[in-house]
């Protein structure tokens, strides 16, 4: 019989699952009893579309059975089942739930971090045995097959005998090493208390052979026998009709993980119970992490919607506006009809109840963090700040109500990050804007030249350093009030100091400055003295409302146009470089003058991280000035 080789990607992954150094082993059951769960929840569907099909609940069970001589543990499922191709597609290559090509080398080396972020799905059962063995049948087949593997050089699928429709999987269990002890998924009250702790909540009876004593009836001296009797060993309550109070963190942890919801812990839970309009069941995670593709078109946002305890979509999109993509979790409802189809569901009333409800939940948790939790909103901030703030810049800014408060930047005094809330109430009195710096990185708006004044001041400055800050911003306006002011803007709100120049000094430099701006013109707008320069000779600020950052991302962007904010020179006149250029102008030397007026410019340039025309020509200068 001709062995089939894996693709290249899932043989990697086997190969590290046979390997496995992870310590979590015990997973292996948790992902076959959720596969088999799902499997079942698809004949349930199945059902619903398909009269033919009747969907008995008491038929459908997951049964684990051990066989100690055999070393063999098999789980059974009476779900939908799959087709000799289906075995071969499903089995053959990698889950789409991650993508192996994604991940480094060196997690792929480790595995600990695949594993732990992906989760992986059926590859691993080979974490604990050597010979896999699916027979299957899938509904309305009259075969059945096997699929059968032992590990990564290959896999078999040959006709095969079963009686009902459903699933057997049939794990060797691996010998125990010096290492390793694997008789412990041998183990009867070991598997109870994996199946306790990971899959509780599966829907569906998971059935084993327990084997307990009893006092032998009718005997004198109390002699026990041992018998063994079927029992069901998740308590298959649902989660979310459980009371709160009976739950605990780790309940809702492994309800997380056992969902895949995610890989990591989640940061924060809601549990919602709605008995008012509406009334519905909800178990919201905030995740810790962000998820590998979040900011990329894979991502797919929305809840698992349930009707009645039955899940009717995986993904609802509806529950969720798109600046709370991140939240996980599931939405029960007993007001929603079963067979809804996404068309209707969009119209749906009690659905948009609902999503307008789980908003403000999530609002409002997310303040609590904020208030009560720092560190963890901090955390949570890390991972999904940035879609905060494209949320309040999408849709014209008509979200910026519900998210203003939740935002965070660096600030330059206090040296992390603080609300816009905390901002405004260290204001001095008589700042009048909220003052903020756009630029690559901390390092680099610490040092740059416009921000001397505003600080100088004593007042505190925002940093922006994420692309979309500045937009947003735009969108927000002003906070309590307080407008915001880029530190670059042309005009500052500041009062002139004491030390301003004289109207006749004014005058004297404005020669200077008009045929400086003609050397510069289509270049900039305006050269003039600087109010806001202390230590440094040059910088350039703009009029108007683009900034030299929004100039730089919009083109940056594909199909950018030709945008150009308006730009001023301005010069520090208390600067020795200031007495260099009205001696140029004065002797008239006009080779002069244009050589410090191009290298000032340049270096604005370089200071805002803006490109040179001519870098060619700016060493050239340099060297000018040098011999
Ligand atoms: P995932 O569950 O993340 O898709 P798996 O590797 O666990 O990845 O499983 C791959 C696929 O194999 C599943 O999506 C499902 O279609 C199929 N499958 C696995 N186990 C079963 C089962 N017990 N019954 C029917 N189909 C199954």
């Not at 310590?23 to 079942?40: H, K, W, Y």
């Not at 183990?187 to 599966?202: C, T």
């Not at 030709?562 to 301005?570: P, S, T």
């Amino acid at each position: 019989m001709a062995k089939k080789q894996f693709k290249a990607e899932s043989k990697r992954l086997l190969e590290m699952m046979i390997n496995s150094i992870y310590t979590q082993r015990e997973i292996f059951l948790r992902e076959l009893i959720s596969n088999a769960s799902d499997a079942i929840d698809k004949m349930y569907y199945k059902a619903l579309a398909d009269e033919s099909v009747v969907f008995e609940k008491e038929n459908y069970y997951i049964k684990v059975a051990i066989d100690k001589d055999k070393r063999t543990l098999t789980l059974t499922d009476t779900g939908i089942g799959m087709t000799k191709e289906e075995l071969e597609n499903n089995l053959g290559v990698i889950a789409k739930s991650g993508s192996l090509a994604f991940k480094t080398e060196n997690e792929i080396k480790d595995g600990h971090n695949i594993i732990g972020q992906f989760g992986v799905g059926f590859y691993s059962a080979f974490m604990v045995a050597d010979v896999v063995t699916v027979v299957s049948k899938a509904v309305g087949s009259e075969e059945a097959f096997k699929w059968e593997s032992k590990g990564a050089d290959g896999y078999t699928v040959t006709a095969a005998e079963k009686a009902t429709v459903g699933t057997e999987i049939t794990l060797r269990i691996k010998d125990n090493t010096e290492e390793d002890n694997y008789d412990e998924y041998l183990d009867e009250y070991r598997l109870k208390a994996i199946i306790k702790k990971y899959s509780d909540f599966i829907r569906y009876p998971i059935k084993m052979d327990v084997t307990s004593h009893r006092p032998i009836e009718g005997s004198e001296d109390n002699e026990l026998e041992t018998y063994t009797e079927e029992q069901t060993v998740n308590s298959m309550v649902p989660i979310w009709r459980k009371n709160r109070s009976e739950l605990t963190t780790e309940d809702y942890e492994n309800f997380y993980n056992e969902k895949r919801y995610g890989f990591d812990k989640p940061l924060k839970h809601i549990h919602i119970s709605a008995d008012g309009a509406v009334v519905y069941n909800a178990i919201l995670f905030i995740p810790e992490n962000t998820p590998f593709d979040y900011y990329t078109k894979e991502y797919e946002k929305g809840l698992e919607l349930y009707s009645n305890g039955v899940l009717i979509m995986n993904k609802c999109a509806d529950l969720l506006p798109d600046y709370f993509g991140f939240v996980k979790g599931m939405v029960d409802s007993e007001d929603l009809s079963l067979n809804i189809s996404r068309e209707m569901l969009q119209h749906d009333r009690q659905l948009t109840l609902i999503a307008k409800n789980i908003k403000n939940k999530i609002k409002s948790q997310l303040q609590s963090l904020l208030k009560d939790e720092r560190e963890q909103y901090d955390k949570f901030y890390q991972a999904f700040g940035r879609q905060l703030k494209y949320g309040v810049y999408s849709d014209y800014g008509m979200n910026k109500d519900v998210l203003q408060d939740l935002l965070m930047f660096y600030s330059s005094t206090e040296k992390k990050l603080v609300t816009l809330d905390e901002y405004v109430s260290r204001m001095k009195e008589d700042q009048k804007y909220i003052y903020y710096a756009s630029g690559e990185s901390i390092e680099r708006i610490e040092k740059s030249p416009q921000t001397e004044l505003v600080s100088d001041k004593g007042y505190e400055i925002l940093y922006f350093t994420d692309d979309i800050d500045e937009f947003a911003i735009k969108m927000i306006m002003s906070y309590k009030e307080k407008e915001f002011k880029n530190v670059s803007s042309g005009d500052l709100g500041i009062e002139a100091d004491e030390n301003e120049t004289s109207a006749e000094e004014e005058n004297d430099n404005k020669e200077l400055f008009e045929a400086m701006a003609g050397l510069l013109s289509g270049k900039v707008k305006n050269v003039k003295a600087s109010k806001r320069l202390k230590s440094h000779p040059v910088c350039l600020s703009t009029e108007g409302e683009l900034t030299i950052e929004m100039e730089k991302i919009l083109k940056a962007m594909p199909n950018s146009q030709d945008v150009q904010a308006d730009k001023v020179l301005e010069i520090n006149v208390n600067h020795d470089v200031f007495a260099s250029l009205k001696a140029a102008h004065t002797s008239a030397d006009q080779e002069k003058l244009a050589l410090y007026t191009n290298l000032l410019y340049s270096q604005a340039l370089l200071i805002e991280g803006l490109p040179l025309q001519d870098p060619v020509e700016f060493t050239n200068n340099i060297c000018k000035v040098m011999v």
